[in-house]
DNA sequence: GTGAGAGGTTTGCAACGCCAACTAGTTTGA
DNA sequence: TCAAACTAGTTGGCGTTGCAAACCTCTCAC
């Protein structure tokens, strides 16, 4: 089966609006708590921790759990992987982009 | 449940990676044949005939059956709101990759 | 006619996303 | 003081999806 255009494949840990929301947020901020990426992004509290959880296990962010006044907190950040990986992924989506454009 | 962002919503239809790539083929090409699609995106037959019928239940892509030298031939094409919606779906992606660009 | 190949479609299943329900602890207030 | 309400998440159940393998129908070469 003919590969495409050779690298021309997304990341579907990425690509996922839910986690693209969740990365694009932590690209722009350095770190973030649960209670801010629920507001940015609109996920619900299950759907985030469920996302972040993958994102954990993908080793795009490192997440840090600790208590903040009494309360549990849940902190998170790119690590340089997912730095990396979703400026690829924004490279890709450019590229297949540019594709689109019939030259008009 | 406040809305991140207003329209920062991804359609799925779209999104989804192999059908953005025939999307994407077909944005630059007025219309294509199954065979064409399947080289072209590397999508396995299965795979693409499945997605296919799903553009085409959304209404983004008019398909038209045939026979060509007494072969079956299905050939795919754009509908104009299929052509509108994925030039909006790239709209989108736009706007969420400038939020996540940290000004620099 | 028989085997190989073209051009797809259908099926079966694992993975995924999503919401609702639940857990664990804290604050309020009667 | 003790229960109701709130904060901050996690887990469970379920429907949907994507994917590849198996299958189908027809054609052509021999």
Redesign the interface.
């Known amino acids: ?5 050779g690298d ?3 990341d ?1 840990l990425i ?1 996922e ?1 839910g986690r ?2 969740i ?3 932590l ?2 901020v350095s770190d973030a708590d649960f209670v801010f990426l629920q ?4 996920l ?1 509290k299950g759907n985030l921790s469920s996302h972040l959880s993958k994102l954990e296990d993908g080793g795009l962010v490192e997440i840090v759990k600790s208590f903040v006044r009494k309360k549990p907190n849940t902190n998170v950040a790119l690590t340089p992987v997912g730095r990396e990986r ?1 400026a690829r992924h ?1 490279e890709q ?1 450019e590229r ?2 540019k ?4 030259s008009s």
Chains 1, 2 share one sequence.
């Open positions: 089966m003919p590969e495409p255009d021309l494949i997304l579907r690509h609006p693209l929301a990365l694009t947020v690209s722009s507001r940015t992004t609109g619900t979703i924004w989506l297949l982009r594709l689109a454009e019939p």
